[in-house]
């Protein structure tokens, strides 16, 4: 891999824990861009509906991939995903792309070409520094990230974030059902074969269930800006 930029930080975690809105802010507290990889499961997942795709064919789902353009537009804020030009940012979050995203974050076809993507990106944009959010970003994609971050929390808490998200969209929700689903989707992904959830070698991790997201995110910005100080002054003296 390609020397990266020590402007990027990363932030793992599972579903639930809040880190896509504390990446989010993150970002724009330090001035730097935010890179969703979600976001790109989700954009091939809809590819795969759209095309009518087998989700046990990985191959189908590769060719599909292959032959589409899926980038993101860095001129917006935040950047806005693209399916062949097309913003799909609102499409990838109906029920059916979120769970057709699942299906492929499984295949490692995939997650190897996204895998190759998200490090292209980072070397591209890095110079502007980047908030790189998923979960297999410093454990897999970036293990040489100035500060890998890993949130996390009690499965309790996830299970009521969900039902909130869930019932302020008009949606109903059933916290024990929930709290079901995510205790076997925590399961299945800290077993996944490829990219599987784990706390990144030398990552900082955070319990984010007991505190708000504003104190969460004071934790990480001094944490980086730290982080930033320490290799300031590593070079002042080199
Ligand atoms: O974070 P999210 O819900 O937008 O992610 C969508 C899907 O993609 C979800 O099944 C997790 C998966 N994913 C992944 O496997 N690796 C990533 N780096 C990001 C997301």
Redesign the pocket.
Known sequence: MPALPGRLVTIDGP?GSG??SVARELAARLGWRFL???????TV?LLGLRRGLDFSDSAAVVRAMDAAVIDFDWSQDPPRIRLDGEAVDEA?RSLDA?DA??R???MPEV?AR?VEA?RRIALEHGSFGLVS?????GSV?FPTALVRFFLDAPVEERAKRRVEQLESAGMAADLESIRRGIRERDAH?RARAV?PLVIPLGGVVIDTGSLPMEAVVDRLEGVVREALGSVTAARATS
């Open positions: 579903a880190k896509s969703d990889t979600g976001a790109m499961y989700r997942g990838i979120t995203s699942s492929v974050a499984s997650r996204l998200q959010e998923g979960r297999d970003q994609v992904d990219g």
